[in-house]
């Protein structure tokens, strides 16, 4: 048979109903609960938005709008909050994004930790009866690029919090590591000749310390919990063999339509939900219904998309393509129950609202008080 090659694409965070449409965006910049309440908000006041879901731990927006809604206007209204969001981004692509990511943070902790250390040191060696200190040009020396290197982060997204007109546990982290970096810079200076100031450079250093574990377990845990939902979509072949008039057509899947002809040759997976119309093979549904055992398939017999086909050739005719295929059902309720947010997930969001504000105003009263 002749082969033919033919290209295709199939769109991704975008699903299309009759009388809405539904956008799964990738959201960049989130560092808190916080975060995800002001994202969540400034979709919501987008003309067309009918709900919004922003899940923190995957870091993407669900969004169902009316119809033809310009997905530039979520992007626009995303981006006013202070953060970024995409369209159409490629999964895999992402995961790469996200394991660079990790590989970055895991050194930035691990060099966090090794200026930290010795600033310490001396506080976890006195119980032992070694009384000693560094001196302060060598404190002043471990502590700057952990408050201003390691630590740039925590400015940048500070900024951008306070630019939208909001706050974030960033903005308290630099604002609280920056008070107790600068009084010590200021002790430091203003010290009479022959005496010990107080210094506070270990504090400022071992908060961004563990700030950046926090950062590093947060950000194992989000590619962890995508996991599930590459595995599912690793099911899925990217092209299939379409038989038009006795020709084999090397196709993607997206360019299949109802009631076409697809050949499935023995040891390959079934790109579509079909039935079979020729050949008698097994099907191995493991990962998809659960069977272990291979399950026998001839003329009439209904196969899944994602299943291994055994020994025999079979020629399909399909029955559900795209989104209303049962592994990508499967896969949307994956993704709807990651999604999805806890009882107690309500009363974290309304805290989250009130949270940095009321410890600011706290921390304004408590240096009035040392002041008067």
Not at 8 to 13: L, T
Not at 86 to 92: A, E, G, I, V
Not at 233 to 247: F, I, K, M, T, Y
Not at 303 to 315: D, S
Request: with cysteine; net charge neutral.
């Amino acid at each position: 048979m002749a082969r033919l090659i033919l290209a295709g694409s199939q769109p991704q965070g975008v699903i299309h109903m009759q009388d809405t449409t539904t956008f799964d965006l990738p959201i960049s910049g989130m560092t808190c609960a916080s975060c995800a309440g002001r994202v969540e908000r400034a979709l919501a006041k987008v003309p067309g938005v009918n709900s919004v879901t922003v899940n923190l731990a995957n870091e993407r927006a669900h969004v169902d709008t009316a119809a033809h809604t310009d997905p530039q206007t979520l992007i626009d209204a995303v981006s006013r909050a202070g953060y970024s969001a995409t369209l159409n981004q490629d999964r895999h692509a992402d995961a790469g994004q996200k394991a660079r990511h990790l590989h970055h943070e895991r050194w930035a902790l691990l060099l966090a930790i090794a200026l930290a250390l010795p600033l310490i040191l001396p506080m976890l060696l006195s119980p032992l009866g070694v009384h000693w200190m560094l001196p302060a040009w060598v404190q002043f020396a471990l502590a700057t690029p952990v408050q201003f290197i390691l630590g740039a982060r925590f400015y940048v997204a500070a900024w951008k919090a306070v630019r939208a007109g909001a706050g974030n546990m960033d903005l308290l982290v630099a604002i609280g590591t920056s008070a107790g970096y600068g009084l010590s810079v200021y002790q430091w200076l203003h010290a009479a000749p022959g005496t010990t100031p107080h210094l506070y450079f270990e504090a400022s250093a071992v908060v961004i310390a563990l700030v950046l574990l926090g950062k590093y377990l947060e950000s194992r845990a989000k590619r962890q919990t995508a996991s599930a939902i590459r595995a599912l979509e690793a099911l899925r072949p990217e092209r299939a063999l379409r038989v038009v008039d006795g020709l084999e057509q090397d196709v993607a899947i997206s360019a299949l339509q109802l009631d076409d002809r697809v050949l499935v040759k023995p040891g390959e997976r079934f790109p579509v939900d079909g039935e079979v119309v020729e050949g008698r093979s097994h099907a191995d549904e493991a990962l998809i219904t659960g069977e272990s055992l291979p399950v026998v398939k001839q003329p009439g017999d209904k196969v899944t998309g994602g299943a291994i086909n055994g020994e025999g050739q079979l020629l399909i005719r399909t029955t559900a393509l795209g989104a209303e295929t049962v592994l990508a059902r499967i896969i949307r309720l994956v993704e709807d129950a990651q999604a999805g947010k806890a009882p107690i997930q309500k009363l974290v969001d309304k805290v989250s609202q009130v949270f940095v504000p009321t410890v600011l105003v706290i921390a304004l009263f408590t240096l009035a008080g040392w002041l008067l």
